[in-house]
C-alpha cells in the first residue's frame, strides 16, 4: 500500500529544512518527472500544449516546456503571467532556449494542465472556465500537474475541473485526488519522485492507498482439514431472501466451509447452503441487515449481543439499537445514504448525502474518532475503510458495481473472511479488494455485470 497525506507542504518544507533540497530544486524534479513520463509514453515531435497559472503550479509547467523544448513540438500558454519569484525565473529561462508562447489554445496531441495547485479555495471566474471547458472538449491526452485544475484540497470541484487521462503528483499522493467526487477528473494517478528517496519525503500518516498486491486470498495450505476447520457463517434473513441468499452464495465461494442461512420460514435456496431457525452451535460468524427489513427488537439486540464477529449491512442502519453493540468484534458496510443515517442516530452530525460525498474523509475520521474499534466500509466510487482513525482507501472500484445485490456479495465475503478466523480489519480489505478487482476482470459491458457474474470472477482471482 502506498501512503496519502492530506497535505504536501509540510513534506516539501521538511526536505528543504532537513536535506537541503532548494524549493527551486523540488521543482525542476517535478518537472523533470513529468518530462520523463512524457518522452517515455509519446514519440518525438508530438504537439504538445502546456496551460498555465500564475502560481507554482503554472511555474512548473514553464519548467517543463524548457525540457521538452525541440524533443516535442511544444507550445507554452500563459493564461496568467506569473507572479512568484520562481515563475518569472522559470518564464526568462523558457524564452532564453526560445520556447515558443502562443496567444492562443489548440487542439495538441498532449495537453498538460499547470493552471491550478491545491490551493485553489475560491470558485472559478468564468474567464477560466470557458478555458478549462474549452480543454476539456479538446480529442487530446491530458494530463494534469499535481491535481486537475478546479479541484480543491477536499477534493471538491468547485464548479469545473480539467478532466486528466492521467495525474502526476508530486512526491506523494494527495487525500484530494481520491475523493469519490474527484474520481470522474484524475484518471491514473502518478507519483513523482522530488529527488530524495520516498519513505525519507513522506515521513508518517495514517491514510493509505490499497495496491492489487495487497490482497491475500483465502488459499488453502493445510491439507489435514475438514469442513469445520474453514468456519460456520450464519446470515440472518428478513424480508428480503434475495440478498441473503447472494450473500450466502459468495460467502461459499470465498472459502467458508459452512453456510447457513437464519430464516423464520421455510424458504427456497440453493442445495449448497443450509437452512435454519436457530443460530448453530459452530457458528464463527454472523452476517445480519442484508434484506432485514422489519426485525423484532428484542431478537435484533439478542443477535447483536452474540460474542462472534459480525457483519452489519444495509437495513440495520436505520436501527437505533445498534448503537449499543459498536465493539471490536463488528463490521459495518454502509452506503452513503445508509451511512448519514448512522452518523445522525450516533449524534456525530446531521447532514445530506451530498454533504457527505463531498466530504467523505472527514466523516469517516470523525465516526472512527467515537467508534475506534469499528472497521467501518463506506461504500463508494473509491471504497474507504476505517478503524481507529486510520484509513485505508480502495480505488478499483468500478460504475460496473452500480447494481442491486453487489453490496451483499461484499457482505459476503467479509462474512466468510471472519468465519475462517480472519481479523475483522484483515477480512475488510482483502473482501473489499476482491470484490473490485474481480468487477474490474469482467470483460463483458459494464452495465452488465450481475451478482452472480461477479462471484463467478472472484473464483477465479
Not at 508530438?46 to 500564475?54: D, E, F, H, N, P
Not at 472512527?368 to 484509513?391: D, F, M, T
Amino acid at each position: 500500500m502506498k501512503k496519502v497525506f492530506d497535505e504536501v507542504k509540510s513534506l516539501d518544507k521538511r526536505a528543504i529544512n532537513s536535506y537541503f533540497l532548494s524549493e527551486e530544486l523540488l521543482m525542476e524534479h517535478a518537472s523533470l518527472g513529468i518530462q520523463n513520463y512524457i518522452s517515455k509514453k509519446f514519440k518525438k515531435n508530438k504537439k504538445v500544449l502546456i496551460v498555465c497559472g500564475s502560481g507554482n503550479n503554472g511555474a512548473d509547467g514553464i519548467a517543463l516546456a524548457r525540457l521538452l523544448h525541440k524533443k516535442f513540438e511544444v507550445s507554452l500558454y500563459l493564461f496568467k503571467s506569473p507572479k512568484t519569484l520562481i515563475g518569472i525565473l522559470q518564464e526568462k529561462r523558457a524564452k532564453a532556449v526560445d520556447v515558443d508562447f502562443v496567444k492562443e489554445i489548440f487542439e495538441a496531441d498532449i495537453i498538460v494542465d499547470c493552471l491550478f495547485g491545491t490551493g485553489l479555495d475560491k470558485k472559478l471566474d468564468d474567464k477560466t472556465i470557458d478555458l478549462i471547458s474549452q480543454l476539456n472538449s479538446f480529442n487530446s491526452f491530458k494530463i494534469a500537474c499535481d491535481i486537475p485544475s478546479g479541484i480543491n484540497s477536499f477534493g471538491q470541484v468547485l464548479n469545473i475541473a480539467f478532466k486528466a487521462d492521467v495525474t502526476i503528483t508530486m512526491g506523494a499522493i494527495k487525500t484530494a485526488t481520491l475523493s469519490d467526487v474527484a474520481k470522474d477528473y484524475v484518471g491514473k494517478i502518478k507519483v513523482i519522485n522530488l529527488g530524495i528517496n520516498e519513505d525519507l519525503f513522506q515521513g508518517k500518516t495514517d491514510k493509505f492507498l490499497l495496491e492489487k498486491t495487497d490482497l491475500i486470498l483465502p488459499f488453502r495450505g493445510k491439507k489435514n482439514s475438514h469442513k469445520g476447520t474453514y468456519g460456520h457463517l450464519n446470515i440472518i434473513s428478513g424480508d428480503k431472501i434475495g440478498a441473503s441468499i447472494i450473500a450466502s452464495k459468495a460467502a461459499f465461494s470465498f472459502g467458508a466451509g459452512l453456510v447457513t442461512i437464519i430464516s423464520e420460514k421455510e424458504e427456497i435456496i440453493p442445495h449448497t447452503i443450509m437452512q435454519s431457525k436457530e443460530i448453530s452451535k459452530n457458528c464463527t460468524a454472523l452476517a445480519i441487515g442484508m434484506g432485514l427489513g422489519n426485525v423484532d427488537k428484542n431478537r435484533l439486540k439478542d443477535l447483536l449481543s452474540l460474542n462472534i464477529p459480525k457483519v452489519l449491512d444495509a437495513d440495520i442502519f436505520y436501527k437505533v439499537e445498534i448503537l449499543d453493540f459498536l465493539n471490536e468484534n463488528i463490521v459495518l458496510t454502509p452506503h452513503p445514504k445508509e451511512f448519514v443515517s448512522l452518523l445522525k442516530m450516533s449524534n456525530i452530525a446531521d447532514i445530506t448525502i451530498d454533504e457527505l460525498q463531498n466530504n467523505r474523509f472527514l466523516y469517516v475520521e470523525k465516526f472512527s474518532k467515537k467508534y475506534p474499534e469499528i472497521v467501518l466500509l463506506l461504500k463508494g466510487a473509491n471504497v474507504i475503510i476505517a478503524q481507529n482513525q486510520k484509513i485505508y482507501i480502495n480505488s478499483f472500484g468500478t460504475s460496473s458495481l452500480s447494481k442491486g445485490g453487489s453490496g451483499d456479495v461484499l457482505s459476503g465475503l467479509i462474512a466468510s473472511l471472519l468465519a475462517q478466523g480472519y481479523k475483522p480489519l484483515e477480512a475488510t480489505i482483502n473482501a473489499s479488494l476482491a470484490h473490485t478487482l474481480a468487477a474490474k476482470n469482467y470483460c463483458k459491458n459494464s452495465y452488465s455485470l450481475t451478482p452472480d457474474d461477479l462471484i463467478e470472477e472472484i473464483k477465479k482471482l
